[in-house]
Structure formats: structure tokens, C-alpha cells
């Protein structure tokens, strides 16, 4: 076979893989060149979100929701049993197996759709040509008319807080701990912390989160954020903001066992915490180490990141640059659809991906999803909205299910009355935003969903209810 590719992705995760897929797609010869190896030390591709990032959270995020509700509220339901138990390791290996199989099943689409895999550091160098090194030290260059560098994202590490594995963990570690520790630090309220702090606190875990801002999950709409504090404090998550880490040192004790001593400083001056892991989440940076010879003319911005035009181009011929390791949220799906789009413009075709209308979605519980504008963007941008919502408390299949907590909000623009924003806390909120994001990509109203029909009884009635309260005339509540 020949070692010129029409395109080859540097990167296999949900930017690289989608984006090599389609490019197959579209007839042209493609290769991957992916270094995540998984624990049995073969390729395992997939990039973070399958191997250590969505698919795996979302797998423990599940099974720790059932346990804690097996303690805590199937009670209601007049279900109990006696003892229950949780198995870590049990715990921990079905989220592998399920790990597994989305890995394996990248491999057998490469398979499919024809698309070569590499298993190695891939490294551009001048002239569209990638040297990989592979696990073993062995180099092979290849080349190609275009390049798509998809290296993705690392967690941030804090230099007084480094990662060991063993009591300051990154994301990797925490979604593989052989027990649920006693006492769980966790520091940045993100995304990150609430979804694995809200993992182990559901086993059981005494869990502490220490953010350094004053307000609560800044970036969601205030009102969402508050019932989502609420509902992390009914849950046991301690959640302390103001707080900066200004230390953080392991102590190994004489059976080997260790313990981190936190010293941060709040309002009220300096305090002190003891835990037995520490889990810091305060962000990731892109991933560019050792991509790029020197001679590339690829540039990188003030945060490490790829810099690229609104088509993912670097500027250098031929060469692109998609998903974490580029500007814009550090979303799976953000960085497939940028995927999808490049592989469409290599292939001389109309690639689109519309970053008004990316949603975001939190899987705690309540869950948290948002797509558009908040209310202080609107206001900043002197953009005149209504707003309408509708509690879950009024919904009747959110009571039925025992989850009738939280609302959806909807901000539809004072004189088109075209959906600007739409922001939700509750259950099964990841799903029901994805109405939402058809109906603004539609250039939709709050009429025009307030008009559509939505079964009885669901969810989804909370997102016509709110829509219908746009107007002032929801009918299951007062307007
Ligand atoms: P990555 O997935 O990081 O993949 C990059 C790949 O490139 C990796 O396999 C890496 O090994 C490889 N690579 C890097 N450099 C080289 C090189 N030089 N040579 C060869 N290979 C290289 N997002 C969501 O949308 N929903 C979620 O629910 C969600 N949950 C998350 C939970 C956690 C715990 C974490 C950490 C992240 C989560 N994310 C989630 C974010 C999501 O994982 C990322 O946005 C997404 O994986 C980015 O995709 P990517 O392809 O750009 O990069
Ligand atoms: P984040 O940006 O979501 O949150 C980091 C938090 O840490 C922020 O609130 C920040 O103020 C705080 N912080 C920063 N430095 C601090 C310090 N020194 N002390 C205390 N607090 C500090 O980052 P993350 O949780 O690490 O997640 C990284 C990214 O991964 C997310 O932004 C998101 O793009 C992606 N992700 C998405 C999902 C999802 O879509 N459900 C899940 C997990 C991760």
C-alpha cells in the first residue's frame, strides 16, 4: 500500500474518528494516527470521551444513580432490601467493558469505511508529512494532501497539587479507584467535579468541592444554577466557593495508606481540610506536545491552543485543526460536527457547524442542559427578550417518576418572539434540550413549539409549558 493518504487525522478521539469516517465516506483515502493505549497496553481509540472522558462518566454516573436511589428513594415506591452493597470492582468493570466495546467499535468502523489506523505520537512536519513513532520506538513517515490535527485536551495540573494516581487524581484516576474513599477533595466546581463528585458521594464518599470563584457554576443561567446548588446539597456534596487551594500534601502514613492536607482561603481567612483522594478538575488545556516540528507554520494562541479560522484552517496549506485542541467549548460533539465539516470542505463540499447552537448538558442529578444565549448575554448585548418557564413540580410524569424537580426557562426575543436561549434543570433534561436546538437551528419561535403537539404524559410537556409561558399562557400554572 502506498503511504500517501489523501487526508490523514492526527487524533482518534470524537473529533479525529468522526471526521476520518466521513472523509472516508466521501471517497477519499484516509488514515488515523491515534497514541491512547488502554489498560491491556493495545490502541484503543476513541480519544478521552471513550476512553477516560464521557462514555465512561456517564457509565458510573448511571450505576452509582441506581445505588443511591436503591438507598435513598425507592423507598416511596415501596421497593426496599435489606443491606444493599455496592461492589467496586463490579462497579468499575462493567464501565470498562462498556469502554471496551465503543473502543473496539471505532476500530471495526475504521475497518468498514476503509480507513487506515496508526498506532503511535504522530508528529506533523513540513510539507504535510507526519512521522509516528510507535509504542515500541519505531518511526514511519507518511504523507498526505491534507493533515487534521485533532490531539484533543489534558486536564490542567496545579504545580502544588500534581498528579500521582494515587491521592491527587486526574479524571482518569477517579473513574478507577479500587474503593470508595472515605473522604473525597475535589477541587473546581465544574463540570467535571460535580459529575465524578456526585459518582462517589452517591457511594457513599464524603465529598468536599473547593472553587475559587464566588458564584455557583458561572456559565449556566443563575436561576438554573440555583436549583441546581439546592439539589447538590440535598445530596451531601459540600460544596465551598471563594475557596483557593493553596496547598495540598500527601502524607504517607506507616501502613502505607495516605492522606492530603488542603489549606485554601475563604472569606473567612485561611481553613485547613483533610482527605484521603483529592480529584483536581480545574479545567484542560490543549494537547499539542510534541505535534508539531518547528518549521510547520502552525501557530498556537496565548492558551496553547491550534489557531484556526471559522473552516478549521491554520492558515498553513492543507492543514486543519478540529475539536479540544482548538478554540470554542470543549464539547465531544462540538468536535465532531467541526469533523464532519472539515472532511466536507477537503472533499470540496459545504461543511457547516453552527456554535449558537452547541448545547451543553451536566449529568448530575437534577441534570442541568442549556443551548443560546443566557439572559446577562442578551441584556450585555442590549437584545430585548420575554422569558417563560414551567416547573417539573407541575409536570405530571415528572411526579409519577418521583423526579419532579427544577424547571425549564425559555428566552424568545421581545418582537420576533425567535428562541434565543434555553436553559433547564431536572429530569431527563439532556434529552429534552434537543428539541430545543431543532427548533432555534429552525429559527423557531416560542410559538411555534407552544403550537406543536407533545404526548401526555412526558417530559417534554415542561418544554411546552414554557413555551406556552412565553405568550402568558401556560395553562398548568399561573402566568
Ligand atoms: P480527545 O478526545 O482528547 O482525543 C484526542 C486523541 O488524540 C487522544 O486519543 C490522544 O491520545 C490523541 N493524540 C494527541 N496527540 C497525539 C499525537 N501527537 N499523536 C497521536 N495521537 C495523539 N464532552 C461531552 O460532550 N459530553 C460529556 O459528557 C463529556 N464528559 C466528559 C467527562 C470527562 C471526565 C472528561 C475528561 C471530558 C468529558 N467531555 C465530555 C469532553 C470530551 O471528552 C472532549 O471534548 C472530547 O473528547 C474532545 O475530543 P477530541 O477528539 O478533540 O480530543
Ligand atoms: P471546568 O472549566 O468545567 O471547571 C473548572 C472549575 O475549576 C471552574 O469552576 C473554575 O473556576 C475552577 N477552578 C479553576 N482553578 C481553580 C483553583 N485553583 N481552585 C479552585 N477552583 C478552580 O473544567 P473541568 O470540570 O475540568 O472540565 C473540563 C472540560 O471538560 C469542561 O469545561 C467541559 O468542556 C468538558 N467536560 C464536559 C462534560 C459534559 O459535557 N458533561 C463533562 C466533563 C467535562
Known amino acids: 500500500m502506498s503511504d500517501k493518504f489523501d487526508v490523514i487525522f492526527i487524533g482518534a478521539g470524537p473529533a479525529g474518528y468522526v471526521g476520518a469516517i466521513r472523509a472516508a465516506q466521501l471517497g477519499l483515502k484516509v488514515a488515523c494516527v491515534d497514541a491512547f493505549a488502554g489498560k491491556d497496553g493495545k490502541q484503543a481509540l476513541g480519544g478521552t470521551c471513550l476512553n477516560v472522558g464521557c462514555i465512561p462518566s456517564k457509565a458510573l454516573l448511571d450505576s452509582s444513580r441506581q445505588f443511591h436511589n436503591l438507598v435513598h428513594s425507592f423507598d416511596v415506591h415501596g421497593i426496599s432490601a435489606d443491606n444493599p452493597r455496592i461492589d467496586v470492582p463490579t462497579f468499575i468493570g462493567r464501565k470498562d467493558k462498556i469502554v471496551k466495546q465503543f473502543t473496539g467499535g471505532v476500530a471495526?468502523?475504521?475497518k468498514a469505511n476503509k480507513v487506515t489506523p496508526f498506532f503511535g505520537k504522530g508528529k506533523l512536519l513540513k510539507g504535510n508529512?507526519?512521522?509516528?513513532?510507535?509504542?515500541?520506538?519505531?518511526?514511519?513517515?507518511?504523507?498526505a494532501t491534507n493533515v487534521v490535527l485533532a490531539s484533543g485536551s489534558v486536564p490542567i495540573e496545579l504545580p502544588f497539587a500534581k498528579f500521582d494516581g494515587k491521592a491527587i487524581l486526574d479524571n482518569a484516576s477517579a473513574l478507577d479507584l479500587a474503593e470508595v474513599p472515605k473522604r473525597l477533595g475535589v477541587i473546581g466546581a465544574g463540570v467535571i467535579g460535580l459529575e465524578l463528585g456526585s459518582v462517589w458521594r452517591r457511594l457513599g464518599s464524603e465529598v468536599t468541592i473547593l472553587e475559587a470563584l464566588p458564584d455557583f457554576l458561572g456559565a449556566a443561567d443563575p436561576d438554573i444554577a440555583k436549583v441546581a446548588q439546592r439539589e447538590f446539597k440535598k445530596l451531601g456534596l459540600e460544596i465551598k466557593l471563594g475557596a483557593k487551594l493553596g496547598k495540598a500534601d500527601v502524607k504517607v502514613g506507616p501502613d502505607k495508606s495516605s492522606v492530603v492536607h488542603l489549606t485554601y482561603a475563604d472569606k473567612d481567612g485561611e481553613q485547613s481540610l483533610v482527605v484521603d483522594k483529592l480529584l483536581v478538575a480545574v479545567g484542560r488545556r490543549a494537547y499539542t506536545d510534541g505535534l508539531l516540528a518547528a518549521d510547520t507554520g502552525v501557530k498556537l494562541d496565548e492558551r496553547g491552543r491550534i489557531v484556526v479560522d471559522e473552516h478549521c484552517h491554520t492558515g498553513v496549506d492543507g492543514v486543519w485543526a478540529i475539536g479540544d485542541a482548538v478554540r470554542g467549548p470543549m464539547l465531544a460533539h462540538k468536535g465532531s460536527e467541526e469533523g464532519v465539516a472539515v472532511a466536507e470542505w477537503i472533499?470540496?463540499?459545504a461543511g457547516h457547524v453552527n456554535f449558537d447552537t452547541i448545547p451543553w448538558v451536566i449529568y448530575t442529578e437534577p441534570e442541568i442542559a442549556w443551548a443560546g444565549k443566557t439572559e446577562k448575554e442578551l441584556k450585555d448585548a442590549g437584545?430585548?427578550?420575554k422569558v417563560g418557564s414551567f416547573p417539573f413540580a407541575a409536570i405530571g410524569r415528572a411526579v409519577a417518576m418521583n423526579e419532579a424537580v427544577g424547571q425549564v426557562k425559555m428566552l424568545a426575543h421581545a418582537e420576533t418572539d425567535r428562541i434565543l436561549g434555553v436553559h433547564m434543570v431536572g429530569p431527563g433534561v439532556s434529552e429534552l434540550i434537543a428539541e430545543c436546538v431543532v427548533a432555534m437551528e429552525f429559527k423557531g419561535s416560542s410559538e411555534d413549539l407552544a403550537r406543536i403537539v407533545h404526548a401526555h404524559p412526558t417530559l417534554s410537556e415542561a418544554v411546552?409549558?414554557?413555551?406556552l409561558s412565553v405568550d402568558k399562557r401556560a395553562i398548568h400554572k399561573g402566568n
Not at 411546552?464 to 413555551?467: M, R, S, V
Open 108 to 110: 471495526a468502523l475504521f
Open 129 to 143: 508529512q507526519v512521522e509516528i513513532t510507535s509504542p515500541d520506538g519505531a518511526k514511519q513517515v507518511i504523507s
Open 347 to 349: 472533499a470540496g463540499k
Open 383 to 385: 437584545i430585548p427578550y
Open 464 to 467: 411546552h409549558e414554557a413555551a
